[in-house]
Structure formats: C-alpha cells, structure tokens
C-alpha cells in the first residue's frame, strides 16, 4: 500500500459546482496533512493544512479529517476555472518525513 | 519578503555529464528540501536539511547525487554522472520548522537528461 494515494483524475466539475478531493495515508501516525496547489509548469502552493479532526475552511476552501479512517479531503466551493490545477495531498507521518500523493488533476468547465 | 530563489531554470545535458543546482533558501528558514518531481508524479524527497546538518537523505541515490547546505543557508544538489531517468523538475523549498511547518517551494528547475 502507498503511503499516500489519491484519485489521479482528471476530475471534471462545471464553473460554479463543489469539486471535491480525496486522499488517503497509511501511517495511522500522521499529524499534520496540507493541500497544496500546483498549476501546469508552476511549482506547488499551500492552499491549507490541517491537524485535528473535522472541518476547517478558509474561503471556498474546506479540509476535512478524519484520522479514524485515515482520509483527508478538501473541497472547493463555486468552483472557478482559474482552479484548474493538479492538487496535492501532503501527510507528516511518524518518520517525520512529508510523503506527497502523485496528485489529482482538476479541470473547471466553464 | 523574498522567496525561495532556484537557479538554473532550465539545464539540458547529455547522459553521463554532471549538473549542479543552486537554492537560496527564504531567509530565517532553517529547513531547506531538495525534491524531485517527474512528470504527472508527486514531488518525492530527496534530501533534507536542518540548518547544514542532513535530517533525511534516505531517497537520495547517493552513488550519483549529493548534496551540501553550507553555513546553513545556500543549497546545491549536483548529479554526477546523468541518466536519462534524471529528466525531471528538481524543487527546492524551505520552512521555518521541519515537517509540520508549510514549506514554500522555489521555481524550480526542469532537467533534460538527452
């Protein structure tokens, strides 16, 4: 089992609807889980990290965790086609070291 | 404040040459990563710093690639000799702390190894 996995995608959603991401970690140990956003040719930028259970949101944006069952999400609300990007799962397992899912490609329909 | 600054942007090399990559880290950050990241993957850790001491270096292939963070600050990762499986973008990005800190991640270098 990988460490970290997510649905690569493409994950196609129309302008305005909820696009909605999964990933899920194997290390039951895992603090800290950020998502981070990575346009085509452009490097990755946090967009939030979460540590406990349950809802956090900024924005359009809300992270979901559950460490029950190992799986972090993060909706995008009113979705844009300027959120078209690849987004990334991030998890600092016991090791310490961040482990990052190969990403799910988003792509807003307009 | 200023960013993680990478250089060069672009390299092209045939197999079997070396390369060398430079980062200058966010300045205050004491964690500096070097990634690689191939195309329609997630970045995959190559080495870590704490200061100029090594945290993590366990996927790093150290028959070809090192790395050294002198004085704590600058970085470079140099790859000796290339192979064609080397062709990936190398990601530098730093954080305050390691590991539970938000790291800010540099513009990158794209490598052809031909």
């Known amino acids: 089992q990988k460490e970290v996995e997510q649905n690569s995608g493409p994950l196609s959603v129309p302008e305005g609807a909820i696009a909605s991401l999964n990933c899920t970690y194997s290390d039951r140990g895992s603090q800290s889980f950020f998502w981070y956003r990575q346009y085509s040719g452009k490097s990755p930028e946090l967009i939030m990290f979460?540590?406990?259970?349950g809802d956090k949101e900024d924005g359009r944006f809300t992270a979901q965790l559950n460490k029950a069952s190992q799986y972090v999400s993060l909706l995008i609300r009113d979705s844009q086609p300027s959120d078209s990007a690849t987004y990334l799962c991030a998890v600092n397992p016991t090791s310490g070291k961040v482990i990052f899912g190969p990403g799910t490609s988003l792509s807003v329909i307009p | 404040e200023a960013g993680v600054a990478q250089s060069p942007r672009y390299k092209i090399i045939e197999k079997r040459q070396s390369v060398a990559f430079w980062c200058n880290p966010i300045s205050g950050h004491a964690t500096l990563y070097w990634y690689q990241q191939i195309l329609g993957q997630g970045p995959k850790l190559l080495i870590q710093?704490?200061?100029?001491?090594?945290?993590?270096d366990s996927q790093l292939p150290k028959d070809r690639f090192s790395a050294e963070r002198l004085k704590g600050v600058d970085s470079t990762l140099k790859i000796q000799p290339a192979k064609l499986e080397d062709s990936a973008v190398y990601l530098c990005?730093?954080?305050?702390?390691?590991?539970?800190?938000?790291?800010?991640f540099g513009p990158g270098t794209r490598l052809t190894v031909l």
């Open positions: 710093f704490q200061n100029n001491g090594v945290v993590d």
């Open positions: 979460i540590y406990s259970n």
């Open positions: 990005a730093s954080s305050l702390r390691p590991s539970t800190d938000t790291q800010y």
